[in-house]
Nanobody
């Protein structure tokens, strides 16, 4: 079965850092673009970052530009989200997602939820003193 599993969440103080991982199984990462999304209580799920299947294109929400970095390791079938200078507003459940049609996001990617149709279970990030 195709599977996306997020890990690396937890409690961190403002200004701290966390590194999230999205491990893929059942398919080869080379053919799939990956997006990171988050959802805070009372808010809609929003796009945070994405990376094309080629690895040559990345995109970030304005709220995280300069603080978050997305990367991929195709050999390990893992996508990472490095989060620095975390703020309380970053508190949310973070999800990774893909589109099950291969090469849908080959040269670029989008931060819209409609661009993805397969989701992980999410991992909680809490930024608090």
């Amino acid at each position: 079965q195709l599977q996306l599993v997020e890990s690396g969440g937890g409690l961190v103080q403002p200004g701290g850092s966390l590194r999230l991982s999205c491990a893929l199984s059942g398919f080869t990462l080379d053919y799939y673009g990956i997006g990171w999304f988050r959802q805070a209580p009372g808010k809609e799920r929003e796009g945070v970052s994405c990376i094309s299947s080629s690895g040559g294109y990345t995109n970030y929400a304005d709220s995280v530009k300069g603080r978050f970095t997305i990367s991929r390791d195709n050999a390990k079938n893992v996508v990472y989200l490095q989060m620095n200078s975390l703020e309380p507003e970053d508190t949310a459940v973070y999800y990774c997602a893909t589109h099950l049609t291969p090469l849908t996001m080959f040269r670029n990617c989008v931060l819209a939820r409609g661009g993805y149709n397969y989701w992980g279970q999410g991992t909680q990030i809490t930024v608090s003193s």
